[in-house]
């Protein structure tokens, strides 16, 4: 399917480097231990923390997060964390300040060192922080998808959040489709199957599409709007 590549803003690019060149270099990663292994309690995860360690990064990354907040209308707590493991990104339902009443986003520094080559600008990343507010928002609205369909689900919600973006930020939308891509399996019998690569593609991509039809109407995507089509779609695959 056709896809849009817009110029990119330069704002992930210019503190990548800088953290990239500041981070201990990545050790070996397998494919199979990516994803973001939802759960209802925070695990020992690594070294979790506020701030990257780096202002510029929090400062861009604090940006992204406030439009997350406010376009899918939850209010997580968000974290950096050193992963033990492999680079990840998860969402969880557990509430570590009330002041984040919808649940918790941790991002790993080794997934954002890993990313930032990845596109322009390191679009990728806001896409990945998308997709777990996607998870944090099927948890305050108690949708009932389960195994590859919630991770479907997020990833329909980071096509939407992709639409958007692109009017107050440069976003390389060849490079996340090609990302969500990539990150698809082929274990279907496996509790951590997220999809089959064309399925991850197809749903940022439906996500993008639906979001883009709704602005072409005159209108703009409402959380019910996205919660309705999005589900619909989800339900639909089954």
Not at 138 to 159: I, N, P, R, T, V
Not at 192 to 219: C, L, M, N
Not at 222 to 237: A, N, R
Request: negative net charge.
């Amino acid at each position: 399917m056709k896809s849009t590549k817009l110029p990119v803003s330069s704002d992930w690019l210019i503190v990548g480097f800088v953290f990239i060149y500041s981070m201990i270099p990545m050790s070996g990663y397998g494919q199979d231990a990516e994803g973001c292994f939802l759960s209802d309690e925070l695990i020992s995860l690594g070294s979790v923390s506020a701030t990257s360690g780096n202002l510029e990064i929090d400062f861009v990354a604090g940006q992204e997060v406030q439009r997350l907040r406010s376009m899918f209308g939850v209010n997580p707590q968000f974290y950096f964390f050193r992963e033990i493991e492999s680079p990840n990104a998860f969402a969880t339902s557990e509430v570590n300040d009330e002041s984040f009443p919808d649940g918790t986003v941790l991002f790993g520094l080794r997934l954002h060192n890993r990313e930032m080559p990845k596109s322009m600008g390191g679009t990728t990343i806001p896409m990945i922080m998308a997709h777990e507010f996607g998870h944090i928002l099927s948890f305050k609205m108690d949708l009932s998808f389960d195994g590859k369909y919630q991770e479907l689900w997020a990833d329909y919600c980071a096509g939407a959040y992709m639409f958007y973006r692109q009017f107050w930020k440069s976003t390389d939308v060849s490079a996340t489709l090609k990302t969500f891509f990539e990150i698809g399996d082929y274990a279907f019998n496996s509790p951590s199957h997220h999809g089959t690569p064309q399925e991850r593609y197809d749903s940022v991509w439906r996500g993008f599409s639906d979001a883009k039809g709704f602005h072409y109407r005159g209108i703009s995507i409402t959380l019910p709007d996205l919660v309705t089509s999005g589900s619909s779609y989800i339900e639909g695959l089954r």
